[in-house]
């Protein structure tokens, strides 16, 4: 069964750095077709797609957020991450993981989430 | 403002029928495959639906998915109190490379 676990700051300064990890466990990051992808989702909010890496290191960003934003793979540690960089008010959210499937075109395996404050 | 539309509530009795929209361009729901994901109250988004139809392993044949034309739509039978979420329709949007959502429906079971 594949799990997936967001882990990170909970509480981010202004202007600085968000970064975040999910841990995958019960297959291979680096093994089958899939897309590791970061969503988020404000306090009563709806969802938001920040962006994706495919097992090759191909990426995707949403165009709102692709300036501030990277994803990347660590094979070594079954991981992949989310950084964005000058942080406001704005990117407080639930931060998910999620592995797409192309075969599906959906989103089967999530994270539990992660919240991210961002405050001084 | 979410590219696909989806009405902020719905409501209807336990054991009732109800039904839930997912309007958008045919450029997204027209051309690519719709899911659909139930979130209840503090917990990570659930597969329900996925290609416009289909359900996952274990979601109970009370859900369903359909499409025509731009717009998708969710329904699900024999409503249960269990079934108070926020359901989300997602599909992807080709011409700029993201995958889009809808806004977000809540259902309440009154």
């Known amino acids: 069964q594949v799990q997936l676990q967001e882990s990170g700051p909970g509480l981010v300064k202004p202007s600085q750095t968000l970064s975040l990890s999910c841990t995958v466990s019960?297959?291979?990051?680096?093994?089958?077709?899939?897309?590791w992808t970061w969503i988020r989702q404000p306090a009563g909010k709806g969802l938001e797609w920040i962006g994706r890496?495919?097992?090759?290191?191909?990426?995707n960003y949403n165009p709102s957020l692709k300036s501030r934003v990277a994803i990347s793979l660590d094979t070594s540690k079954n991981q992949f991450s989310l950084k964005v960089t000058s942080v406001n008010a704005a990117d407080t959210a639930v931060y998910y993981c999620?592995?797409?499937?192309?075969?599906?075109?959906?989103?089967?395996?999530w994270g539990q989430g992660a919240l991210v404050t961002v405050s001084s | 403002q979410s590219v696909l539309t989806q009405p902020p509530s719905v409501s209807a009795a336990p054991g009732q029928k109800v039904t839930i929209s997912c309007s958008g361009s045919s450029s997204i729901v027209g051309n690519n495959y719709v899911s659909w994901y139930q979130q209840l109250p503090g917990t990570a988004p659930k597969l329900l639906i996925y290609e416009s139809n289909k359900r996952p392993s274990g979601i109970p044949d009370r859900f369903s998915g359909s499409t025509s034309g731009t717009s998708a739509t969710l329904g699900i039978t024999g409503l249960q109190t269990g079934d108070e979420a926020d359901y989300y329709c997602?599909?992807?949007?080709?011409?700029?490379?993201?995958?889009?959502f809808g806004g977000g429906t809540k259902l309440t079971v009154l």
């Open positions: 019960g297959g291979s990051i680096s093994s089958g077709s899939y897309y």
């Open positions: 999620a592995r797409g499937d192309p075969l599906i075109a959906a989103y089967l395996y």
């Open positions: 890496i495919y097992t090759t290191g191909s990426t």
């Open positions: 997602g599909a992807w949007d080709a011409s700029l490379s993201v995958r889009v």
